[in-house]
């Protein structure tokens, strides 16, 4: 996160997890296995003792960060200006959020994030928790499907939009960024490591763009800054982008991501695995047919 600011991202993104003592720590999977040293699901694993001593595997093979390093990062003096975007995927429970709060008022007393800090939500569930526990906080929806986004996340609700890159280059995609802007929410795109892609998210009228290679993509802004949008006009009018040529690099796993939301999004709608003393007023019957069905297109 440290090496993304200084070459030039103004915003981190990063996945909530609570391991079994009780850390939360910041890491995308729900795994140890893929990105580090260790084995087993993060939620059975617990901080001291073993997930505190292991390592990526890549390099420069740096340790795990707690959700405690990265808000410390971001009370340094000199990143006042950075925010983070928090991912809060459906196999967590809403209660997060209240040790979210927790972890801030024990270790930051008196510091406000609300302006570094923006809740990324992939389920309704975690509406109220937000609303509750973290209401001055700016809340994005985060997802593949455009139907659930307007359904369940309609701009009253929300203060923006982070959109599957794929999905916003369609039309329909382009249509949806056409009517968030009319309605004044920012738009995220992920994640987009192709500098082809990267331009057309500039000519679609993209916010921000979430990407594994902030280097990269700082030579694409450097370029629109140096040539203006004109000049990359004139410098890459042979290229031409085509959604579907490209779309079947994702046909399959896409596929695949979108059965296993379903059954994840279907499956979290019935059991909302939240701690029953935080008083959530929660409605445990909310109506999802809708959701599910816009997934499973």
Same mark, same amino acid.
């Given at each position: 996160m440290a090496q993304a600011v200084k070459d030039g991202a103004n915003g981190l993104e990063g996945d909530l997890h609570l391991t079994a003592d009780g850390e939360i720590i910041v890491m995308h999977d729900p795994s140890l296995n893929r990105t580090t040293n260790g084995s087993g699901l993060i939620k059975n694993r617990p901080w001291h003792g073993y997930i505190d001593g292991l390592t990526s595997k890549k390099e420069p093979h740096v340790g795990v960060p707690r959700c405690i390093d990265v808000l410390a990062f971001l *009370?340094?003096?000199g990143n006042e200006k950075i925010w983070w975007n928090i991912d809060i995927k459906m196999n967590n429970s809403p209660s997060i959020l209240a040790k979210f709060v927790q972890l801030i008022e024990k270790h930051f007393p008196g510091r406000d994030f609300s302006t570094q800090i923006v809740l990324g939500l992939w389920h309704p569930k975690f509406l109220p928790a937000a609303d509750k526990y973290l209401p001055t906080f700016s809340r994005i929806n985060i997802g !593949? @499907?455009?139907d659930i986004a307007r359904e369940h996340f309609?701009? @009253? +609700?929300v203060d923006g939009y982070s959109i599957n890159f794929m999905v916003l280059a369609t039309? *329909?995609?382009r249509q949806f960024i056409k009517e968030m802007q009319v309605a004044g929410k920012p738009v995220l795109a992920w994640t987009v490591n192709d500098t082809a892609e990267a331009r057309e998210c500039v000519k679609m009228g993209i916010d921000y763009v979430l990407t594994d290679r902030t280097k990269v993509l700082g030579n694409v802004l450097h370029e629109y800054e140096t040539l203006g949008h004109e000049?990359?006009?004139? +410098?890459? *009018? *042979?290229?031409? !982008?085509n959604t579907w040529s490209r779309w079947y690099r994702y046909t399959f796993w896409r596929s695949l991501i979108w059965l296993f939301l379903t059954m994840r999004f279907n499956s979290t709608t019935r059991h909302m695995d939240m701690d029953l003393d935080l008083d959530l007023d929660l409605d445990l019957d909310m109506d999802m047919s809708l959701a599910q069905g816009a997934i499973a297109k």
């Open positions: *009370a340094q003096d !593949f @499907s455009l309609p701009p @009253s +609700k039309p *329909a995609g000049g990359m006009e004139q +410098k890459y *009018a *042979a290229e031409v !982008f």
